[in-house]
């Protein structure tokens, strides 16, 4: 069975940074695309940054230029560098994979991280 586990949130200040991390562990046989999703108080999941098996990234404009998105695939790992925090960013950021088994594939989510930027 498939697991993301993610770790890194916290309570920080604007301006300052954190590092998320998500590892996928189970039976893999390969990662596509790995994503990271973040949902604030009473508003809709968001895509946050993605990054593609090739290493191709996106980001949304709202963090363009902030965060960035990388991924180790020896250890099925993917992270998240956020840098000049805003009060904005704050809310629960979510891993998403597509992952492909020996016997099936499907689409993974962790549990969740807490971030918190203060003003």
């Known amino acids: 069975q498939v697991q993301l586990v993610e770790s890194g949130g916290g309570l920080v200040q604007a301006g300052g940074s954190l590092r998320l991390s998500c590892a996928a562990s189970?039976?893999?046989?390969?990662?596509?695309?790995m994503a990271w999703y973040r949902q604030a108080p009473g508003k809709r999941r968001e895509l946050v940054a993605g990054?593609?098996?090739?290493?191709?990234?996106n980001y949304a404009d709202s963090v363009k230029g902030r965060f960035t998105i990388s991924r180790d695939n020896a250890k099925n790992t993917v992270y998240l560098q956020m840098n000049s925090l805003k009060p904005e960013d704050t809310g629960v950021y979510y891993c998403?994979?597509?992952?492909?088994?020996?016997?099936?594939?499907?689409?993974?989510w962790g549990q969740g991280t807490q971030v918190t930027v203060s003003s």
């Open positions: 990054i593609g098996s090739s290493d191709i990234t």
């Open positions: 189970g039976s893999i046989f390969s990662i596509n695309a």
């Open positions: 998403n994979a597509q992952i492909r088994e020996y016997s099936s594939s499907g689409t993974y």
